[in-house]
């Protein structure tokens, strides 16, 4: 079969999870396509749905869903009735409305969803001093799981296979981006006064172009926060400040203490 992989991914943990996924696949004998759509120009970028013989979509779970921008770029598609399998990798706290979002998404831009699964990545405000979620995850556990997701969604893009999963009980609004919410707003990126090699990769690279390379600062009212300046910056002058605090604070509310993440588990939807 030829398949394509498309992600967003901002830390690399779903890229991870997508190479892993193309590791398996390729194993057995299937030929695969890798795509990030992170760079606003990658997400421009015209497909012909049935070059390929199924798709796979894997995105992080943002604020319980994915990515407005993954969201955006859904609505561009049309998938020709072809079959298709999506994953998503969250940071052990909760997937709200990812699973039916994109389900009803991806529907609409007429795909079969066959198969879905959640997998627990570190989560991207690691990258901060003071934050620590679910780091070293996915671990073999989860990995086994990805690699079962991945052999299940061949068995289901055979021609005859019937499966298919249904989430359609579910009403979609459009995300509202509130950007006044005081507890994020530690969480936006700058250069600070650090000087650097000036590459110019945090603004290409920036999902939503709110990066500024000379002056070192995000647009605030574009950034969503993914943590992806931080991640790429070679000479690693991105930051944001010290969440220690905030940290508390957030696995007070949501009860993740780290027995109750240990035990936090990816799963497959059938
Ligand atoms: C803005 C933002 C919002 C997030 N919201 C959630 C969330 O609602 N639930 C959760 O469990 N993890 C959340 N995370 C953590 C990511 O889903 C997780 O770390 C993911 O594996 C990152 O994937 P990536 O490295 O491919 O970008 C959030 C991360 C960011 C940057
Ligand atoms: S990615 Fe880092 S080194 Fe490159 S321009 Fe941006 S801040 Fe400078
Ligand atoms: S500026 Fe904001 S949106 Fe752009 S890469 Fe950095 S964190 Fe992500």
């Given at each position: ?37 992170i760079t606003p120009d990658s ?156 590459c110019y990769l945090c603004e290409k690279e920036c999902p939503?172009k709110?990066f500024d390379a ?14 992806h300046c931080?991640?790429i910056c ?37």
């Amino acid at each position: 079969m030829n398949i394509i992989i498309f992600y967003f991914s901002a830390t690399g943990i779903t890229e991870t999870i997508s190479n892993y996924i193309a590791a398996i696949l390729k194993k057995e004998g299937n030929s695969v396509k890798l795509k990030n759509i992170i760079t606003p120009d990658s997400r421009q970028s015209q497909f012909d749905f049935l070059e390929f013989d199924a798709y796979i979509f894997g995105f992080p779970v943002f604020e319980g869903r994915p990515p407005t921008v993954a969201e955006e770029w859904m609505r561009t598609l049309d998938g020709k009735g072809q079959k298709c399998s999506m994953f998503f990798t969250y940071g052990a706290r909760d997937l709200e409305w990812a699973h039916q979002v994109t389900y009803y998404l991806l529907t609409q831009a007429n795909f079969q969803v066959v198969l879905s699964a959640e997998f627990i990545g570190k989560h991207s405000f690691n990258v901060a001093k003071g934050w620590c979620l679910a780091e070293g995850r996915p671990n073999q556990l989860d990995l086994d799981i990805v690699k079962e997701f991945a052999l299940q969604s061949i068995k289901r893009f055979q021609k005859n296979s019937k499966f298919s999963i249904d989430l359609s009980e579910f009403t979609y609004k459009p995300k509202e981006t509130i950007k006044t919410h005081k507890f994020w707003a530690n969480f936006y990126p700058s250069r600070g006064k650090d000087d650097c090699s000036m590459c110019y990769l945090c603004e290409k690279e920036c999902p939503v172009k709110a990066f500024d390379a000379i002056s070192g600062e995000t647009n605030r009212e574009l950034c969503i926060q993914c943590m992806h300046c931080i991640t790429i910056c070679p000479d690693k002058v991105i930051h944001i400040g010290e969440v220690s605090q905030l940290f508390k604070k957030f696995i007070d509310r949501w009860g993740l203490t780290e027995d109750v993440v240990e035990q936090k588990r990816s799963k497959i939807i059938f």
